[in-house]
């Protein structure tokens, strides 16, 4: 493995990893289950596109300042469109808003497949690559973005998602918002996942309608599960783990996916709740930890 | 006209299959209150059976339905065995069941892919001759009918079976209250067993005729996306529902590839499926608004 090699993987990583926040918030924090997430990063990763092809109104020195500009309208666009969507389905229960959130999902796609202004099913080609989704950029935007969730879930906002989370009626019953928090839930990762599309599209240089397919949203989903619901710590191992382990299999080709499939279902057999299990990874408690271990020795 | 009557039965043919897929997918939902994604593995799986009992075994078509049948049968009660059991033994939120699910579709996807046969696209060999039956005016697919027909004795069937048997009876028990039925008696665990069963049947039968009529791919699984929407159409857990919602599926895919574009179709089911959901949020003949998960 050479190490541009491992540097993509680091930045495919990052560039999941925004998602995943935002769908910890979504999944993890507030309790609702998104199969459109890949719509969001679509709308994200064309919005990002669109501005640094064609709004270009910074000069070619000032490229960074144009890549961050376009990544965030990204996220905005996004946002706005989640919160049409949230709107119309967050009244929806259970299931019914999960095969919504896919009916949305598909939709974005089939309607990009066929507009002709963003290159229908060919997609866009030669998006600038070089100086805009650097390992730099990628971890400096990913350190602010789990700051930002930190300190979200630890406030009264994230308290009251969490409520939400437990028990939905006694949170309506104490005063909580309900459709508000959602809402809110729902529009922060619409915004992350934007970024991540914006990211995306500038590591790649290319993208395509077929990229955001619904496996996109499940594999995402998958890996906040993976980490653990619940547990910010546990969505940054889970992402980063998910997304290492189809590389390091990629020696034995075509039965890389088959292992990545029976690894998730051994996980959920073996231990539900995911690696960190709703616990957060603090470095005082592990300090703490081996501190007792040693008292007990002694 | 006759184009218009042509394209009823071309979406009342597409339409039955969708049911076949629907109602397995409805049947779990009705008991354990998750989406099987890993249903779409099991018709890919049935699929796949079918076109080897033809062209490899070279059974009659009959004895190649049945086979399949049984085959994905039993496919989706291990399933339900090896990854589902473990879960429910633990009392696990429905999450898990859903992610495990995906894992499984996962799995048996790349399966093929990686087993030796492959991610070519297959097609069935030409059991029935291509020219069409005459009725009047209006020309008649032969698979069309045939699938249409079988579809419909195996929902025949099913409905015979849930509504007039005792197992029957313990099934509609079991998805009115699992705890409740439990006091009464109903081995749940055999019910559970019982509507996998039913469901990979279904599912082998609605794979095979999919495939008679499209390709055979490792990926047709996603199918199953249609059939969710048309369950939700109907309204989750709820088996007239579901056939209804993918007769009507049915034939709006093909009224709008036939009249406004091809291209469309799927924008057009999935548009519809929000619109459905916002104006009657539990679907067609939905029962219960109450949040199960």
């Not at chain 1, 959602?182 to 992350?192: Q, T």
């Not at chain 1, 940054?236 to 690894?263: C, D, K, M, Q």
Request: hydrophobic share 50%; proline share 3%.
């Amino acid at each position: 493995m050479g190490l541009d090699y491992v540097i993509g993987i680091l930045i495919l990583s990052g560039i999941n990893l925004m998602t995943a926040l935002g769908l910890s918030l979504l999944t993890g924090f507030t309790g609702l289950f998104s199969f459109g997430h890949a719509g969001f990063i679509a709308i994200g990763a064309y919005t990002a596109t669109t501005i640094t092809m064609k709004y270009n109104i910074f000069p070619e020195s000032m490229l960074w300042l144009q890549f961050y500009l376009a990544l965030i309208v990204a996220g905005f666009v996004s946002m706005l469109v989640s919160l049409l969507i949230g709107k119309l389905t967050l009244n929806l229960k259970g299931d019914y808003f999960c095969i919504a959130t896919l009916g949305f999902g598909e939709a974005i796609r089939l309607i990009l497949d066929n507009v002709s202004y963003f290159g229908g099913a060919r997609g866009l080609p030669n998006i600038p690559t070089v100086g805009t989704t650097t390992l730099t950029n990628v971890i400096i935007i990913d350190t602010i973005a789990v700051i930002c969730i930190v300190f979200i879930i630890n406030s009264r906002h994230g308290r009251n998602m969490t409520a939400i989370r437990e028990d939905e009626l006694a949170a309506q019953t104490i005063g909580i918002n309900v459709f508000k928090y959602k809402m809110i839930s729902l529009a922060i990762s619409a915004f992350y996942a934007g970024i991540a599309g914006g990211l995306l599209a500038h590591y790649l240089g290319f993208i395509q309608p077929i990229m955001f397919k619904l496996i996109k949203s499940t594999e995402l989903t998958i890996m906040v599960v993976f980490g653990g619901l619940g547990s910010v710590s546990g969505t940054v191992i889970g992402t980063l783990l998910l997304t290492f382990l189809p590389e390091v299999l990629r020696s034995f080709y075509n039965w890389r996916l088959v292992i990545y499939g029976a690894a998730i279902i051994t996980i959920m057999i073996a231990r539900p709740q995911g690696l960190m299990g709703g616990k957060e990874f603090r470095i005082i408690t592990f300090f703490k930890k081996i501190g007792r271990k040693e008292e007990v020795k002694s | 006209m006759n184009v218009f009557l042509q394209q009823v039965v071309n979406g009342l043919s597409i339409g039955s299959i969708y049911a076949l897929m629907s109602v397995g997918y409805s049947l779990v939902y009705s008991i354990m209150n998750f989406s099987n994604f890993a249903h779409g593995g099991v018709i890919m799986i049935g699929a796949y059976l079918g076109y080897f009992c033809l062209t490899q075994l070279g059974v009659p078509f009959i004895l190649a339905i049945i086979m399949t049948a049984i085959g994905a049968g039993l496919l989706a009660v291990s399933i339900e065995k090896i990854v589902y059991s473990p879960l429910r033994k633990r009392n696990a939120p429905s999450l898990y069941f859903l992610i495990s699910a995906m894992g499984a579709s996962i799995f048996l996807e790349n399966m093929v892919i990686a087993s030796p046969i492959g991610p070519t696209f297959r097609s069935y060999p030409a059991i029935f001759s291509t020219t069409p039956i005459m009725i009047g005016n209006t020309a008649l697919s032969r698979i069309d009918l045939l699938m249409f027909i079988i579809s419909l004795i195996s929902l025949i069937l099913l409905i015979f079976i849930i509504e007039k048997t005792k197992v029957g009876l313990s099934i509609r028990a079991t998805a009115f209250s699992i705890k409740g039925s439990k006091l009464m008696g109903v081995n749940v665990d055999k019910v559970i067993f019982i509507i996998f069963l039913l469901g990979g049947l279904l599912a082998g039968i609605a794979g095979m005729l999919f495939g008679m009529k499209y390709t055979v791919y490792p990926q047709m699984g996603e199918i199953t996306t249609k059939s969710f929407i048309a369950a939700v159409f109907g309204g989750l857990g709820s088996l007239p529902g579901a056939v209804i919602g993918s007769i009507l599926l049915g034939l709006i895919e093909t009224m709008s590839s036939a009249y406004i574009s091809s291209q469309y179709r799927d924008l057009i089911a999935f548009t519809l499926l929000i619109f459905i959901l916002i104006v009657k949020p539990t679907g067609l003949m939905g029962k219960s608004t109450e949040d199960k998960a």
